[in-house]
């Protein structure tokens, strides 16, 4: 069986390193929480990245800690590998995982999720004196998977541009289950461990495109001085989920419930959307 990040069941562990939160102990419920363990990859940038000095940075971080404040519950951030997510959190190695995952149906065979606090579409990078001089459906309205009519068509033209040419993506992401449903047949899928190095492999010429989260997208392009850039339709909904949201256990009924409460305030007071628009300089605030 294929094991892959959108079904979360691939195994593994990644190294760790820590960001402690803290906040004083709240009151008790069904089970007492003194301390949430977050993981994230810690190279997912915007959401999630290390600074030079080793700090888990980026929007996730720092929505993490305002959390923490809301829960009133120390939290502490500690990076792992991506592929080794789920394994980690079943075991009881953390209690949740924040790493713009998105909500998928089968994802949620697995685990549970917290209401969203992230909803953005996916794409394609491409170099601005690349291989690829542009791709159809730039500047259009986000194309949802569940109009199939519209889908097929942005599908259809996509794929005759991108014949032939070889697209990097991130192993086992939604993305990566996108091209493999709709452009496998046309084109050379191309996996990579992390997103960052998807881009390398881009602005080095050794692959035409790059398809992943329009965030990650613009963020990439932007520290390009203007030589990649985002190109052709954005895509939503389907395969590529309702948004991204904390990854919990299903035993863990309590801790979805503070996590739900903890967000909603943030999106009803404005600090989730400040906090985007200084990481992303764009509004992700998901539809309440």
Same mark, same amino acid.
């Given at each position: 069986?294929?094991?892959?990040?959108?079904?979360?069941?691939?195994?593994?562990?990644?190294?760790?390193?820590?960001?402690?939160?803290?906040?004083?102990?709240?009151?008790?419920?069904?089970?007492?929480?003194?301390?949430?363990?977050?993981?994230?990859?810690?190279?997912?940038?915007?959401? /999630?990245?290390?600074?030079? !000095?080793?700090?888990?940075? *980026?929007?996730?971080?720092?929505?993490? =800690?305002?959390?923490?404040?809301?829960?009133?519950?120390?939290?502490?951030?500690?990076?792992?590998? $991506?592929? *080794?997510?789920?394994?980690?959190? %079943?075991?009881?190695?953390?209690?949740?995982?924040?790493?713009?995952?998105?909500?998928?149906? &089968?994802?949620?065979? #697995?685990?549970?999720?917290?209401?969203?606090?992230?909803?953005?579409?996916? *794409?394609?990078?491409?170099?601005?004196?690349?291989?690829?001089?542009?791709?159809? *459906? %730039?500047?259009?309205?986000?194309?949802?998977?569940? !109009?199939?009519?519209?889908?097929?068509?942005?599908?259809?033209?996509?794929? &005759?541009?991108?014949?032939?040419?070889?697209?990097?993506?991130? #192993?086992?992401?939604?993305?990566?289950?996108?091209? /493999?449903?709709?452009?496998?047949?046309? #084109?050379?899928?191309?996996?990579?461990?992390?997103?960052?190095?998807?881009?390398?492999?881009?602005?080095?010429?050794?692959?035409?495109?790059? @398809?992943?989260? =329009?965030? /990650?997208?613009?963020?990439?392009?932007?520290?390009? /001085?203007?030589? @990649?850039? =985002?190109?052709?339709?954005?895509?939503?909904?389907?395969?590529?989920?309702?948004?991204?949201?904390?990854?919990?256990?299903?035993?863990?009924?309590?801790? &979805?419930?503070?996590?739900?409460?903890?967000?909603?305030?943030?999106?009803?007071?404005?600090?989730?959307?400040?906090?985007?628009?200084? $990481?992303?300089?764009?509004?992700?605030?998901?539809?309440?």
């Amino acid at each position: 069986m294929t094991i892959t990040r959108s079904d979360f069941l691939k195994l593994g562990l990644g190294a760790a390193a820590g960001l402690a939160l803290g906040a004083a102990p709240r009151s008790a419920t069904a089970k007492e929480w003194k301390l949430i363990r977050v993981a994230t990859e810690g190279a997912f940038p915007p959401y /999630n990245m290390h600074a030079p !000095d080793g700090r888990l940075i *980026g929007f996730e971080p720092d929505l993490l =800690q305002e959390l923490s404040t809301r829960m009133g519950v120390k939290c502490e951030m500690i990076a792992q590998a $991506w592929d *080794g997510m789920i394994a980690g959190l %079943t075991d009881g190695k953390y209690d949740a995982i924040m790493d713009a995952v998105s909500i998928t149906p &089968k994802r949620e065979e #697995v685990i549970a999720f917290s209401r969203p606090y992230a909803s953005a579409g996916s *794409g394609f990078a491409i170099m601005k004196e690349g291989s690829i001089k542009s791709l159809p *459906g %730039t500047g259009a309205p986000r194309v949802p998977f569940t !109009d199939e009519a519209a889908a097929k068509t942005a599908i259809d033209e996509l794929a &005759k541009a991108l014949t032939g040419k070889t697209v990097a993506v991130q #192993v086992a992401t939604i993305q990566n289950d996108v091209l /493999n449903r709709y452009f496998k047949d046309v #084109v050379t899928v191309r996996t990579y461990p992390s997103g960052p190095d998807t881009f390398l492999d881009l602005k080095s010429g050794r692959v035409d495109a790059v @398809m992943a989260s =329009q965030i /990650n997208i613009q963020a990439s392009a932007k520290k390009s /001085n203007g030589e @990649m850039i =985002q190109s052709g339709y954005l895509f939503t909904g389907g395969l590529l989920g309702v948004g991204s949201a904390v990854g919990l256990r299903k035993g863990d009924p309590e801790l &979805k419930e503070m996590f739900d409460k903890a967000l909603k305030s943030t999106i009803d007071d404005g600090t989730l959307k400040k906090l985007a628009l200084k $990481w992303f300089e764009m509004d992700i605030t998901p539809a309440s």
